[in-house]
Every structure is written in C-alpha cells, then in structure tokens.
C-alpha cells in the first residue's frame, strides 16, 4: 500500500482527480482565447482598443454567466449525486462539459458561445460533487486530508494543461493567425470524453453510498440543509467558498488580461513588430499562469498540515491574511513587468492554495445520504456571489481608456475579500478530528 491507500483507492482518486482537473481545464479555456476569440467574434481588429475594452467587457460577462450556471448545475447534480450515485454523475457531467467545451470551436457569433458555455458550466459545476464525495467515502478516514488536498491538486494541472493547450496552439501552430487559433484550442475540450469512459470502466459506487441509500427511508432533499441539525455546517461551508470563490475569480479570469498589457508595453518599449509582439503576449500569458499555478500546487499541498496541526478555521484565516497581502502588493506596488508577473506566484499560493481544504473539509460537514447536496450546494452557491467579482472587475476595467491600468486598479481592492473573510472566522466549524458521519 502507498501511502495508507490501496490500489482500488488510489484507482477512485486518480479518476476524480483527472475528473476535476479537466473540469478546471475546460473552464478556463475561454480565459486564454479572450483576447482573439472576443474580436474575432465581434468583427474588431484584434489588440485595437475597442477590441481591449470589448474584451474585458465580455470576459466578465462570461466568467460570471460560467459561475453561475456552475452554481446552478453544482447544486442541481449535487443533489442528482446523492440520488443516482457518485459514479453515474461524475460520467454525466464530464461528458457534459467536455462537449459543451468541444461545440465552442464552432460559435459563429458571441450569442452561440454563451450558450455553449452554459452547458459547459452545468457539467463543471456538477463533476466537483460527485469526485469530493467519492474520494472521501472511500479513502481510510485518517487519510482523507491528504486525498482531498491531493485530489485538488488537478487543478493547478488542469492550468498548466491549458496553458499549455494554448501555448502550444497559438503560440507555435498559428502565431501569425490568432482570429481562428482560438477554435483549435476549444477542440481540446473534448478530452475529457475519453477519461469518462475510463471512470465507466474500473470505477464502482462508494460501499458508504451504496449502504446509505439501501438504508434511506427518504430521499435527500435540499431544505434539509437549512434544519438546526444542519444549518450552521451549511453557513460555514458556504461563507468560506463564497469568500475564496470571489476572489480567486476575480484574480484568475484576468490573468491573461493583465499579462497581455505587460507584454503589450514591453513590447512597445522595446520597438518590436506584430508577429514579435503575439509571440511576447502568449509567451507572458503563460509565464504568469505559471507562476500563479506553481504557488496554487505548492499551496495545495501546504493545507494538509495546516489543517491536521491547527485546524481548519487558524488554516483558512492564515489563507486570507496571505490573499489580502499578495494582492494588495501585486495590484498596488510600483513594479516592473517581470517581477510583477512573478507576484502571481505569491497570489497562487494563497488565493489559490485555500481551495485545497474544500475537497475534504464540505464533505467533512455532511452526512452520507446529504454528502454530495451539501458540498455541492456550499461549493456551488457561492457562485452566484463570486459571478459578480470578475463582472464588476470587467464592467469597471472597460470604461477606462487603459484598460489594462484600470483594471490592475480593481484587483487591488479584491484584496479587501479576504479581510471580510476573517471577520467569518466565529462561525467557521471546525471538523479537526472529527469521523465522516454515516
């Protein structure tokens, strides 16, 4: 055994874990391709400033209408989880997002996109639940830490996967062609198709699902999650979502944005030409997705001894108080390019790191039969608020005349999230030590 897990756990974790990795990959594609897709779509000569105001203007309103149907299909498949069964929803909703992804290739106008990219964000939304409560559910109980924050380390793979993705197609394949580049990175999304089928194949039900629901004398119901036996694990589940949600959205859906204006006023300091100038702003795209990726994995991986040493409410005010100082340092400093870019490391490992604790801390507050609702609704929810941050971000950012200078001033006050966060720490739960109630 490796780790304390056997082989079949280790099946069930790599499964989820590729689940939610492709999950942040197909929900993050749309990020990298704004700055051509947008344009592209809208008839605007890709890098003019209309094109950089229209840009920021429907990367918000898209990012927002993700996490909202994110929202709306993380609580819809929650419940669906708990019903059907872990395996069953985490095959739907791959196969979900994967063709919704998939179809965005071929958007011939802003109105199609948004479409595909509400179903993409339905399946997202509903694969998180059923990954979470399957690893938990299966993996010894004085493992489950280390397999959740493992399970979420997907996600900084699922970025560097996308970045990647779009490195390698825009960047390399079609530099001197960014107004179709960005549908052959949308044909990417469908990856995920062929991990469902290997979910189908070596994955069964949880035995704890599987006892649970034999044993049921009445299906979940969402408005359980707001009776005395559950109402303060369901408030503190989705306070600290909703706060990490808003503010890593409102930091990740720009990162493309803010590394384009740094590499756009490097490029221009530095006399260099159209073709030159692409290759600097995908070559910088990726370098600060990088860096923001390298802290979120590192990150990850420190909650597991934040959360067994001290617990989970000092880990997730120790995660606040380094988001405020990362982003009011990156957004407010006087920097250079280059080292500005690296501060996203800094932002990663905070902002990003937090969302390690969720893959066992929801589960940890809910029983069997409520497991995959109230994860799902606590995860999910908070959507709906954290859909405003990269709105607002985006709606503020485009009226500016330098949109990249606007909205670098934005994201600085995103840095005062977190400090409403701490005031949340009295109704934090703290499930240290606590066993997953059957």
Do not use: H
Not at 24 to 43: E, H, K, Q, R, W
Not at 159 to 179: I, M, R, S
Not at 265 to 276: F, H, K, P, Y
């Amino acid at each position: 055994m490796l780790m304390g897990l056997n082989r079949y756990q280790w099946t069930v974790l790599f499964a989820a874990w590729l689940g939610w990795g492709f999950d942040v990959f197909d929900s993050l594609l749309f990020n990298y391709v704004a700055p051509n897709c947008v344009p592209t779509l809208l008839g605007l000569e890709i890098g003019s400033p209309q094109a950089r105001q229209a840009t920021l203007y429907w990367t918000g309103l898209l990012t927002a209408v993700l996490l909202i149907g994110w929202a709306v299909g993380g609580i819809a498949f929650g419940w669906v989880c708990d019903r059907i069964g872990r395996k069953r929803t985490l095959l739907l909703t791959m196969l979900m997002y994967s063709l919704g992804t998939f179809a965005c290739a071929f958007a011939t106008s802003i109105e199609m996109l948004l479409v595909f990219r509400i179903v993409t964000a339905l399946g997202i939304g509903g694969e998180w639940a059923a990954g979470a409560a399957m690893v938990a559910e299966v993996v010894p109980e004085e493992k489950r830490v280390e397999a959740g924050a493992l399970l979420y380390t997907a996600a900084p793979m699922g970025l560097f996967l996308a970045t990647f993705v779009n490195l390698q197609v825009a960047g390399k394949w079609f530099p001197d062609n960014p107004e179709v580049s960005w549908r052959y990175v949308f044909l990417f999304g469908l990856l995920p198709a062929f991990v469902a089928f290997l979910v189908r194949i070596f994955v069964r039900e949880p035995e704890r699902w599987q006892r649970a629901s034999a044993t049921s004398v009445a299906p979940p119901k969402l408005s359980e999650l707001f009776t005395p036996a559950y109402r303060l694990a369901t408030l503190s589940g989705l306070l600290m979502a909703m706060i990490c949600l808003l503010m890593w959205w409102s930091n990740n859906a720009f990162i493309p944005l803010i590394s384009t204006g740094l590499a756009q006023t490097a490029a221009v300091e530095q006399g260099l030409d159209r073709s030159a100038t692409l290759a600097l702003v995908e070559s910088w795209k990726a370098a600060a997705t990088s860096y923001f990726n390298f802290g979120g994995l590192l990150g990850t991986l420190l909650t597991i001894p934040a959360a067994k040493l001290l617990g989970r409410r000092p880990m997730f005010a120790i995660y606040f108080i380094g988001s405020a100082l990362s982003i009011f340092a990156t957004y407010g400093l006087d920097l250079n390019p280059e080292l500005r870019l690296a501060m996203y490391f800094f932002i990663g490992l905070t902002v990003f790191g937090v969302f390690g604790s969720f893959t066992y801390y929801l589960p940890e507050l809910f029983p069997t039969r409520l497991r995959g609702t109230g994860s799902g609704f606590c995860y999910n929810f908070g959507r709906v608020f954290a859909a405003g941050g990269p709105f607002l971000v985006g709606i503020v950012a485009s009226q500016g005349a330098n949109a990249f200078t606007t909205a670098s001033v934005v994201l600085f006050y995103v840095g005062f999230i977190p400090l409403a966060g701490l005031l949340l720490m009295p109704l934090v739960v703290e499930t240290r030590g606590r066993a997953l109630a059957d």
